[in-house]
């Protein structure tokens, strides 16, 4: 499985971003797909997630300002992200996980960097 991450940069605080990631899957196939994100000195978060029953999930504090979306015939889920704030500078990770019985595979992209500038 390989996933395709794109779409970092440098943006000033209020403006936006969208990030991509393309897996060399059908998205379907996995339980759940998002992104991820560390940033400095803090440790990996879940940003927002989408399940196969198109159920997405957020954290907090992106809510009403990111929204994930997903592409059935590109096999990409997209991050839009719009009210970006200084604290949003993170290396962000495109995540994608199957399970099947009591196994589960977590499968990676390479990171993108995001940096806000206040």
């Known amino acids: 499985v390989q996933l395709q991450a794109s779409g970092g940069g440098l943006v000033q605080a209020g403006g936006s971003l969208r990030l991509s990631c393309a897996a060399s899957?059908?998205?379907?196939?996995?339980?759940?797909i998002g992104w991820y994100r560390r940033a400095p000195g803090k440790q990996r978060e879940l940003v927002a997630t989408?399940?196969?029953?198109?159920?997405?999930a957020y954290a907090d504090s992106v809510k009403g300002r990111f929204t994930l979306s997903r592409d059935n015939v590109q096999n990409t889920v997209d991050l839009q992200m719009n009210s970006l704030e200084p604290e949003d500078t993170a290396v962000h990770y495109c995540?994608?996980?199957?399970?099947?019985?009591?196994?589960?595979?977590?499968?990676w992209g390479q990171g993108t960097l995001v940096t806000v500038s206040s």
């Open positions: 995540n994608a996980r199957r399970v099947v019985d009591v196994y589960k595979a977590d499968y």
């Open positions: 899957e059908s998205t379907f196939s996995f339980n759940v």
């Open positions: 989408i399940n196969s029953a198109g159920t997405t």
